[in-house]
């Protein structure tokens, strides 16, 4: 099923409806209005779907192709669990977009992320939250959002309760361009699956190990093609001393920051111990929950995540590895949670931070969500000398309803949206009324 929007006039096939979620901006003021130009209330800002959203954790969500092409994809879950795709077109200002599968799991955490290659193929991979198995699609036509194969297995079939969350898609020019998937498997450990012929999978393997609830990980990965891998000892709530630890991929080797090897591909699980410890998860600061990773231009991971000196004191920090010792600066104050709560029930996720992430093409530049007289609104925090002092702009002011867990495109650069969002509604996890906006 396809949909157009054409952003600058509202026009959608069912326009009443996108009116009545996100409202509709003057027109004009949606495709060209530079951050620079100063912020404008969220329900004014590019609509790029008028139900939508996702976790932190699975990624990329968008990804921009520059050039002839001009577009940025873009991957969410609605709130009755449909798996959509859109395109936003730079030129005109549409989002085109279509259902991968209706009615997959009503859970944000079934959003779906995605991987360009070379072709111009885009592959979309979904699992679920603690899904019974790791789905995937894939375009027969170069940026043709109208046909695709049907769905594939990355992963086989687990009855392990706990499933496959989180699918994470690289590719590794060490294993002959092979696609790589990390994921949270079954028994809460993070692992992976390859694929040299986007068909045939090898069995999953296991990277980190550890209790349950665990591992929470982002990756990232560089121009080398070496991985980058972020990860938690746990779930915050159930861990008050909730570290963070980082180790990279490079060729078959597992490594820490300053190159010292900890392991390799033929003797996983690794010994997590041996890893570089970022945060430490004791002293005031309490307890952490990662966000984001990425490499700067001298090949330093960069990692931004948020700590809880109390659930309802949220402190975002950037740490970033400077070549000889990981550097560590609180950015800002993030307030408290965002979930609304109705009357009577308590807080199912303290912990849900509006949200911090890095541009991966600039890791100087972070867009974050706090709150503001009242309501979370997205801005662009930027520094120059590791995370020390910081530039400030406001992306969104004056909106009516919350801003959270903004999103960076990969080659955001290239063009289009440089950052988008969820805004609106939202209790819970499977509990929520929001739109995704740009700027």
């Given at each position: 099923m396809m949909r157009r929007l054409k952003v600058g006039s509202c026009l959608l096939v069912v326009c009443a409806l996108a009116c009545a979620v996100g409202g509709c901006a003057p027109a004009g003021s949606l495709v060209g209005k530079r951050l620079d130009d100063g912020p404008l209330p969220g329900e004014e800002c590019v609509l790029?779907?008028?139900?939508?959203?996702?976790?932190?954790?699975?990624?990329?969500?968008?990804?921009?192709?520059?050039?002839?092409?001009?577009?940025?994809?873009?991957?969410?879950?609605?709130?009755?669990?449909?798996?959509?795709?859109?395109?936003?077109?730079?030129?005109?200002?549409?989002?085109?977009?279509?259902?991968?599968?209706?009615?997959?799991?009503?859970?944000?955490?079934?959003?779906?992320?995605?991987?360009?290659?070379?072709?111009?193929?885009?592959?979309?991979?979904?699992?679920?939250?603690?899904?019974?198995?790791?789905?995937?699609?894939?375009m027969l036509r170069a940026h043709d959002l109208e046909a695709w194969t049907r769905e594939r297995a990355a992963g086989s079939f687990t009855s392990d309760v706990r499933g496959y969350t989180y699918?994470?898609?690289?590719?590794?020019?060490?294993?002959?361009?092979?696609?790589?998937?990390?994921?949270?498997?079954?028994?809460?450990?993070?692992?992976?699956?390859?694929?040299?012929?986007?068909?045939?999978?090898?069995?999953?393997?296991?990277?980190?190990?550890?209790?349950?609830?665990?591992?929470?990980?982002?990756?990232?990965?560089?121009?080398?093609?070496?991985?980058?891998?972020?990860?938690?000892?746990?779930?915050?709530?159930?861990?008050?001393?909730?570290?963070?630890s980082y180790v990279r991929l490079r060729g078959n080797v597992f490594e820490r920051a300053d190159g010292a090897p900890v392991g390799d591909l033929e003797t996983l699980p690794l010994d997590t111990e041996l890893a570089d410890r970022v945060y430490d998860g004791t002293g005031p600061s309490g307890r952490s929950w990662l966000w984001d990773i990425a490499v700067d231009g001298l090949g330093y991971p960069v990692i931004v995540y948020a700590t809880f000196p109390s659930v309802e004191d949220h402190r975002y920090h950037y740490a970033r590895w400077n070549g000889d010792a990981w550097e560590t600066h609180?950015?800002?104050?993030?307030?408290?949670r965002f979930p609304t709560v109705k009357k009577g029930y308590n807080q199912f996720e303290p912990y849900y931070s509006g949200g911090i992430c890095l541009d991966h093409d600039d890791p100087s530049v972070v867009y974050l969500s706090r709150p503001v007289a009242g309501v979370f609104e997205i801005e662009r925090w930027t520094t120059h000398d590791g995370g020390a002092t910081w530039e400030t702009l406001a992306v969104t002011a004056g909106s009516q309803k919350n801003n959270v867990r903004p999103v960076v495109p990969r080659n955001a650069s290239e063009g289009g949206p440089h950052v988008i969002w969820m805004h609106g509604e939202y209790e819970d996890y499977i509990d929520f009324g929001t739109d995704l906006r740009a700027r």
């Open positions: 790029i779907s008028t139900d939508g959203a996702w976790s932190w954790f699975a990624g990329p969500r968008a990804i921009t192709v520059g050039g002839d092409v001009g577009r940025t994809y873009v991957g969410w879950v609605t709130s009755n669990g449909d798996i959509r795709v859109g395109a936003f077109e730079h030129a005109t200002g549409s989002v085109e977009s279509t259902t991968l599968r209706d009615s997959f799991q009503k859970d944000d955490h079934a959003n779906p992320t995605l991987l360009l290659g070379d072709d111009g193929r885009l592959m979309v991979f979904y699992t679920g939250h603690r899904s019974r198995w790791a789905i995937y699609r894939q699918p994470s898609p690289v590719r590794l020019p060490s294993r002959g361009d092979s696609v790589v998937v990390f994921w949270r498997g079954p028994g809460y450990h993070a692992a992976f699956a390859a694929s040299g012929d986007d068909r045939t999978w090898t069995p999953q393997r296991v990277v980190l190990q550890g209790e349950e609830r665990q591992r929470y990980f982002r990756i990232a990965q560089d121009d080398e093609g070496t991985v980058h891998i972020a990860f938690n000892d746990g779930h915050p709530s159930r861990f008050p001393e909730n570290g963070l609180e950015v800002t104050a993030a307030g408290s």
